[in-house]
């Protein structure tokens, strides 16, 4: 067995949405150094996606558009339908968040958050089943899906529908998961942690305050987030099916308590 190519995305053809900036860009970052031929990154932004691209190079390819309808979704299938005779990684990683006082919290920050975060992710792979089947020929093709930490326990503030849909996008990836692995096609998810992003301002602003409350004593680095990323998308991620591998630092599975802990330190 030749373990040199384990990790490696030669030649291979990806998607990432909301790859613009934050976890979709250093997503796509990393891909790229793992020798993709081509990441496509979507989002509304037509200026920010057009910069992200240049920064990233010419294998980096900015396709802007809305993906949050059913109408932008076909769109944004249909050109890349256009541009490739298949898709070897779909990352769905856009993603928008709202936060109120549970009293007042609007339908509107429910309507919106649920329909980018866990409409979009099932049928923009729907629309590019196509394309990623015709990619699983000589070896897997890949969804990911970019869920959250938040979709595994309950964060401290007041975002009812995005904790809600990350919970869900972790439950559509198992059942996804079922079907697509069919035509050879894995799907699995990414469960972040604290990483610095317009999301997560609290990690990007004040990272050392954000770490206090991480058992690895920092927030996530574009490392960390490529490294999963690569891992789920090569040969080295292809037997793990449907599964949320959080990148955390420990936020989830690593923390215990103050008042749980041992006095002794162990």
Excluded at 211 to 221: C, L, N
Excluded at 228 to 248: H, K, N, Q
């Amino acid at each position: 067995m030749d373990f040199s190519k384990l990790f490696s995305l030669e030649g291979r053809v990806a998607v990432v949405t909301g790859g613009s900036r934050g976890i979709g860009a250093m997503i796509a970052e990393g891909f790229l150094a793992a020798g993709a031929a081509r990441v496509y990154i979507t989002a509304r932004k037509a200026e920010v996606v057009a910069d992200t691209a240049a920064r990233l190079g010419e294998r980096c390819v900015p396709l802007p558009g809305d993906i949050s309808t059913i109408a932008g979704i076909e769109a944004l299938a249909e050109d890349l339908a256009g541009r490739e005779s298949r898709l070897d990684i779909l990352v769905n990683n856009a993603g928008v968040a709202w936060g109120a006082d549970f009293e007042v919290f609007p339908e509107a920050g429910w309507d919106k958050v649920m329909a980018l975060n866990v409409k979009t992710p099932f049928f923009l792979t729907q629309k590019l089943l196509p394309l990623l089947k015709a990619g699983a020929v000589d070896h897997p093709a890949k969804v990911i899906n970019i869920a959250s930490i938040d979709g595994l326990r309950i964060n401290p503030w007041e975002t009812y529908s995005y904790q809600a849909s990350k919970a869900a996008v972790i439950h559509l990836t198992k059942r996804m998961a079922a079907r697509l692995i069919r035509d050879n096609i894995v799907a699995s998810c990414i469960c972040p942690g604290a990483f610095p992003s317009e999301m997560n301002k609290a990690a990007k602003l004040a990272p050392e305050k954000s770490a206090a409350g991480i058992p690895s004593r920092r927030v996530g680095t574009i490392e960390d987030m490529a490294g999963g990323a690569i891992y789920l998308a090569s040969r080295a991620g292809d037997y793990v099916v449907g599964t949320p591998l959080p990148i955390d630092g420990g936020i989830v599975n690593g923390w215990i308590p103050d008042e749980f802990a041992d006095p002794s330190g162990h």
